[in-house]
């Protein structure tokens, strides 16, 4: 099987990524796109003009984004990327759900530090490295 650097991209998503083309990131996306935010489920950006405000953000804080797979189905694909922010390594998994025009209409977007640089994959709404908080009302063990 071929490495997937040398196939060509099939999603545009990841051709406007990897040729650092914000514009075309933006035009990958339907015009009332929801992206999740991958820390929170408290955020979403809706639109192209809020999907906008963040998509220039990522290859100024990801250092050497590169895609490591891709798969499509009908109105469904997926997306994993390696980068490193601040010198830790991450893995990024995009899951997108296409419109018929093959633009994204939904994306979810999940990030955490590979097992032998980290303490393990954060769960939703943590940052890689963030520590896991007691749930509200529970106690600590005491000692």
Request: neutral net charge; proline residues 10%.
């Amino acid at each position: 099987m071929p490495a997937l650097a040398s196939r060509p991209a099939e999603l545009a998503l990841r051709r406007a990524m990897e040729a650092r083309d914000m514009a075309a990131v933006l035009e990958a996306f339907a015009p009332d796109a929801v992206l999740h935010s991958p820390l929170t489920d408290r955020l979403a950006f809706e639109g192209r003009e809020q999907i906008g405000t963040i998509t220039p953000i990522v290859p100024e804080v990801c250092e050497d984004l590169h895609y490591i797979a891709e798969t499509r189905g009908a109105d469904t694909a997926f997306l994993v990327s390696r980068a490193r922010i601040e010198g830790q390594a991450i893995e990024i998994a995009d899951q997108l759900r296409l419109g018929p025009d093959g633009r994204i209409l939904e994306t979810e977007r999940g990030c955490w530090a590979p097992l032998s640089s980290g303490p393990g994959p954060p769960s939703r709404g943590r940052a890689p490295g963030e520590a896991r908080r007691a749930p509200r009302g529970s106690r600590s063990p005491r000692r």
